[in-house]
């Protein structure tokens, strides 16, 4: 999974960037270009998995990832920059960050307005997919008057609802489509079509776990945040920036002097986990503990082959439980001996949170 940071300029996204994956990125070469595009990698906490590695002792515990791309602050001009679009183009979603803190220290135009913010930058979105959309257009006419085929006429068809959706300020992430419709558009790799969550950037407090909570409705985000394919929730920087610095014990006592159980990055890291429609599942054993990321309705196969592709391809069966009756169980002897450690076949779905071993032929 590949998510894209975005967001205006001194709203905090390049720091989000560098909470998210401890990238040290001003001791880069080239970190002074504003333009350059930074990747880096974050772990997803996983209290489950801590747990699991907790009753198997393994020699390694691994936890799934996410890798996260900071580009340049957006804008039109940055959007008709190639390099510019082709970043944003190839991730997977986009956590768009909003300013909702106040400092007279950190240079902002206007008044704080978040929403304001997500239809500015959600137009820009839409009039460079707009472009993109006119220009194939233009080329499918003059194919299509060299000879008529079933699935350009289904191109262009698509593409003219996708073009009336535009015209009319609808992002193609709210545009209906068949599993088809979306195969034959994907390589366009529209912008507005990408899933998007919105992450307020609020400032310090000291009530601040009550705060986070309240600062979708406050901005008044309900409404967006509902719409297809799309989500919100609130982070607070400096606090964040604070706990990277700490170890696990100083940060649990940190975030429970405001009042809160888990960092604003673990949240974060979830809803973009829902918002993908992505589970966990996990792998357990003296060797290694180990979370996998699948899509939700993946069936037994297809979590194999996100081991290996050879565990697709021989699948025989999976002995499946669920993470909490594993640990209720205390061991998978006495699951098996209770019932709750089963063998599923190919057409088992996967939830999130089981516990897999994987029996193949190869």
């Not at 918002?275 to 309705?297: H, K, M, N, Q, Y």
């Amino acid at each position: 999974m590949k998510t894209g940071i975005i967001g205006l300029p001194q709203v905090g996204k390049t720091s989000l960037f560098k909470i998210l994956t401890k990238a040290k990125l001003e001791e880069r070469s080239g970190y002074s270009n504003p333009r350059e595009e930074h990747i880096g990698v974050a772990r997803v906490p996983d209290d489950r998995l801590d747990k699991l590695s907790a009753l198997y002792s393994p020699r390694k515990t691994t936890f799934a990832a996410v890798e996260f791309v900071d580009v340049a602050a957006i804008g039109q001009e940055a959007l008709k920059e190639t390099a510019f679009l082709t970043s944003l183009r190839q991730v997977d979603a986009l956590i768009h960050v909003l300013r909702a803190f106040d400092d007279d220290s950190i240079a902002h135009v206007g008044p704080i307005d978040p929403l304001r913010d997500i239809k500015n930058v959600e137009f820009d979105l839409m009039i460079s997919d707009l472009t993109q959309v006119e220009k194939r257009l233009e080329r499918l006419e003059k194919d299509l008057k060299k000879g008529r085929t079933s699935e350009l006429e289904r191109e262009q068809a698509l593409l003219l609802r996708s073009k009336e959706a535009l015209e009319k300020e609808l992002p193609l992430r709210e545009l209906e489509m068949t599993p088809e419709e979306k195969k034959l558009i994907k390589g366009f790799m529209f912008l507005s079509q990408k899933p998007i969550l919105y992450a307020l950037n609020i400032g310090e407090s000291t009530t601040l776990g009550t705060d986070l909570d309240a600062a979708v409705s406050l901005f008044k985000l309900d409404e967006i945040a509902q719409r297809p394919n799309a989500g919100a929730t609130a982070i607070c920087g400096k606090v964040e920036a604070e706990l990277a610095e700490m170890d696990d014990e100083e940060a649990a006592e940190f975030l429970g002097s405001y009042g809160l159980h888990e960092s604003g990055l673990v949240r974060l890291i979830r809803k973009s986990y829902e918002l993908l429609g992505l589970i966990s599942f996990f792998t357990a054993g003296e060797d290694e503990c180990r979370a996998w990321t699948v899509p939700v309705g993946s069936k037994a196969p297809q979590a194999a082959g996100a081991i290996h592709s050879d565990l697709e391809h021989h699948f025989i069966r999976a002995e499946t439980i669920r993470w909490d009756n594993l640990l209720a169980a205390g061991s998978e002897a006495a699951a098996r001996s209770k019932g709750t450690l089963r063998l599923e076949g190919k057409e088992y779905i996967v939830q999130d949170g089981d516990v897999m071993h994987i029996r193949h032929s190869g």
